[in-house]
T-cell receptor
Framework: EPEVTQTPSHQVTQMGQEVILRCVPISNHLYFYWYRQILGQKVEFLVSFYNNEISEKSEIFDDQFSVERPDGSNFTLKIRSTKLEDSAMYFC???????????????FGPGTRLLVL | AQTVTQSQPEMSVQEAETVTLSCTYDTSESDYYLFWYKQPPSRQMILVIRQEAYKQQNATENRFSVNFQKAAKSFSLKISDSQLGDAAMYFCAYRSVGGNKLVFGAGTILRVKS
């Protein structure tokens, strides 16, 4: 069964450094998402992406964050200048489309654990 | 804004027995989706079951079933014949029809005792 994959599984970085988290969504999916989960807290929506544009973003997704689909398979989340509070698990998800429940269901990757020191 | 509440931080069940995980939500919308996701210790969040709000019939997937009470805004997950592999964090989530984001509850850790 197709899966969403994410790399790296763990990333340690120094405060102020840039990080890029990578995701490969399910191949026929058109909608892509990033969520994060700070340790002990709820999973929170960051951003959704469709047709090479951000379709929705949360208030967490400020100018330090950006997303990109650099080619036909990858979907990336960049944090330009990491802060201590960016330490979290970051999940990528994808869905096929809209119009029926099956297509709108989001499938998640295993996550990237980001630690900012 | 929609909110999802899971009031049970942790639950335990004996292998082969049945357990019910609770979830309530708040919304002013009439049409939406509700989900249960499972996150085992290996971290991959896996879809367990989905319920469309316009359907009165409760969704079932093998040993997993839901009790969807739309008027009460309640969406509980029943796991029958619990297995050791069911041990995980379970998240309840809400999504508007045609919306982008999932709104998650805080999760319930399920422990299965042999």
């Amino acid at each position: 069964e197709p899966e969403v994959t994410q790399t790296p599984s763990h990333q340690v970085t120094q405060m102020g450094q840039e990080v890029i988290l990578r995701c490969v969504p399910i191949s026929n999916h058109l909608y892509f998402y990033w969520y994060r989960q700070i340790l002990g807290q709820k999973v929170e929506f960051l951003v959704s992406f469709y047709n090479n544009e951000i379709s929705e973003k949360s208030e967490i997704f400020d100018d330090q964050f950006s997303v990109e689909r650099p080619d036909g398979s990858n979907f990336t989340l960049k944090i330009r200048s990491t802060k201590l509070e960016d330490s979290a698990m970051y999940f990528c998800a994808s869905s096929e489309g809209f119009g029926d429940p099956r297509k709108e269901t989001q499938y998640f990757g295993p996550g990237t654990r980001l630690l900012v020191l | 804004a929609q909110t999802v509440t899971q009031s049970q931080p942790e639950m335990s069940v004996q292998e082969a027995e049945t357990v019910t995980l609770s979830c309530t939500y708040d919304t002013s919308e009439s049409d939406y989706y509700l989900f249960w996701y499972k996150q085992p210790p290996s971290r991959q969040m896996i879809l367990v079951i989905r319920q469309e709000a316009y359907k009165q019939q409760n969704a079932t997937e093998n040993r997993f079933s839901v009790n969807f009470q739309k008027a009460a805004k309640s969406f509980s997950l029943k796991i029958s014949d619990s297995q050791l592999g069911d041990a995980a964090m379970y998240f309840c989530a809400y999504r508007s029809v045609g919306g982008n984001k999932l709104v998650f509850g805080a999760g319930t850790i399920l422990r299965v005792k042999s």
